[in-house]
């Protein structure tokens, strides 16, 4: 109930912000405005707003440009015309910055030339003057399967306006390639704690001479792997294969996102069982989403429910145990949810099955890393120990000296965090 609720808040709250961006647009006219750089912790900064946030608001982003970023060309200038289908391709959920720029535009053509793939389907409505009821589902739909929200919107309708434009005239777009690091936390985490050897580098982006290559896509491109993929690649090595559900998309996809949401947490100090139950919900929460995915193809209301029930024995099929019941409609089956307890039973039977392969191979692919954390934190902890302990003695005896005197009559009782606050009266 909780998750279903959650999604349903998140669309609310997107709302918000879109109406948040609308008031804020009425007020500010056609003026530029200018964001006032702000620094909140060590290796995290950003901007000073709470309403228009293009940093940290995605629903907001992709309605924001700067006045550099806009760009005329012809269409039949294909050097130009290459780099705005990059910039396309990324909000299609296409790895643009993860592998050549050729391999890219070669899966971006080959979608462009299928008149029954959704993303075409989707640009062709979004060509019209005026979409209609139909139109609309299509785009909702493809917004869906690319993943990536406002910025596969954005996409969609920008390479629409680009097929558009009459021949021999001029397109104009402010659509940007976003940058993005890879996996730079753990990668921070692991070169600060001194545990990025040059095996490691590689997987972040850090290049010597003898890998033989100068940027992470050629890394890619060469088969190389990044951490998120190494961890994933490593679980299912210990993975009983009826397992395999849990590890995938329902079109097979997805191991990197997934085991990024693992492997993030534990970078960050996570422990390993908060890392497996946040790993169930995301198994729980996908279902959700091939649910809804369903509802919203053009399938007939049988077709649909059909594909539900396929769904929900998978699921429960994988789980070995009935936590969703079959359906009789498509409107029955976006209803399904789990109510705490059942999520806190499917997470335990989540622990039993796969757990252990989970810790294996994060074990496996970030031994190092666990190692000096663990390590660093025994050290803390020991420095504290030997601190605390040696102001509680110095403490207690001061007070005993105060009581003696008749400074104070009795000794006030302190907490465990006393010594931290209260040392500088002692010195």
């Known amino acids: 109930m909780q998750l279903v609720e959650g999604r349903s808040a998140g669309r609310q709250s997107i709302a918000d912000e879109l109406q948040y961006l609308d008031e804020f647009r009425e007020l500010q006219g056609d003026q530029p405005f200018f964001p006032t750089p702000t620094v909140w912790s060590q290796q995290r900064s950003g901007f000073d707003s709470n309403l228009v946030d293009y940093q940290q608001n995605k629903s907001q982003r992709f309605d924001m ?70 139109d609309t589902q299509i785009v909702v739909a493809a917004v869906q399967d690319a993943g990536e929200e406002m910025h596969s919107l954005q996409s969609l309708a920008e390479m629409a306006r680009f097929l558009n434009t009459p021949q021999g005239g001029s397109f104009e777009t402010s659509v940007a390639i976003e940058v993005d690091g890879v996996a730079n936390g753990p990668a921070l985490s692991q070169i600060l704690l001194g545990a990025a050897n040059s095996q490691l580098g590689a997987i972040y982006g850090f290049f010597n001479k003898s890998d033989g290559v100068t940027n992470f896509p050629e890394f890619a491109d060469a088969g190389q792997l990044d951490i998120y993929e190494r961890v994933g690649e490593s679980v299912k090595r210990y993975i009983d294969g009826k397992y395999a559900y849990y590890f995938q998309k329902p079109d097979g996809s997805g191991m990197r996102k997934i085991f990024k949401g693992a492997v993030t947490p534990i970078t960050f100090s996570a422990g390993m069982r908060t890392v497996q139950d946040a790993m169930a919900i995301d198994v729980v929460q996908r279902f959700y989403a091939e649910l809804e995915s369903i509802a919203n193809s053009k399938d007939t209301n049988i077709s649909k429910r059909d594909r539900m029930n396929d769904a929900i024995n998978m699921f429960n099929t994988t789980a070995g145990k009935q936590f969703f019941r079959s359906v009789q409609s498509p ?20 622990r039993d099955q796969v757990g252990e392969a989970i810790e294996q191979g994060i ?26 302990d040696t102001f509680t003695f110095l403490a207690d005896k001061r007070m005993k000296e105060l009581v003696a005197d008749g400074t104070i009559q009795t000794i006030p009782s302190r907490d465990r965090n006393a010594g931290a606050r209260g040392a500088a009266g002692f010195r």
Do not use: C
Request: charged share 25%.
């Open 65 to 134: 440009a700067m006045e550099a970023w806009k760009t005329s060309f012809a269409p039949t200038d294909t050097e130009t015309a290459d780099l705005f289908k990059l910039a396309v391709a990324q909000g299609l959920g296409l790895k643009v910055d993860k592998q050549s720029n050729a391999k890219t535009l070669e899966e971006l053509n080959a979608v462009l030339d299928n008149p029954e793939h959704i993303f075409t389907q989707a640009i062709a409505a979004l060509r019209k003057p005026k979409l209609d009821g139909s």
């Open 363 to 388: 074990e496996d692919e970030m031994k190092d890393f666990l190692d000096r954390r663990t390590s660093m934190n025994e050290m803390a902890s020991a420095i504290w120990t030997r601190y605390n």
């Open 331 to 350: 409107s029955q089956g976006l209803q399904l949810k789990l109510t705490p307890p059942q999520m806190g039973a499917f997470q335990g039977v989540y």
